[in-house]
């Protein structure tokens, strides 16, 4: 059984002081696929070192559960059309 590599990530805006947007990563058989989310923040609330939200933001305790359950929904339905 082959696996996927998934990531949850971060893209900046390119506009300083705008809020950028989680995106996951996914990796299945050297193919790469970006699913974009709704869900956006602002670059000082995103830890890069643990690809996740930093526990002190405000964005934190309701956003990063939301985003945890989107994945198992949006990421898997989507990931069978590599």
Do not use: N
């Not at 996914?26 to 930093?54: C, G, M, N, P």
Request: hydrophobic share 35%; charged share 30%; aromatic share 14%.
């Amino acid at each position: 059984m082959l696996m996927a590599t998934v990531k949850v990530k971060f893209r900046p805006s390119k506009v300083e002081g705008k809020k950028g947007v989680i995106y996951y990563q996914i990796i299945h058989r050297r193919k790469t696929v970006h699913i974009s989310t709704k869900y956006r923040i602002y670059s000082q609330d995103w830890d890069e070192e643990t690809l996740a939200i930093f526990p002190h933001s405000r964005a934190f305790s309701a956003l990063q559960h939301r985003v945890d359950a989107e994945f198992d929904g949006k990421c898997i339905k989507e990931f069978y059309h590599i």
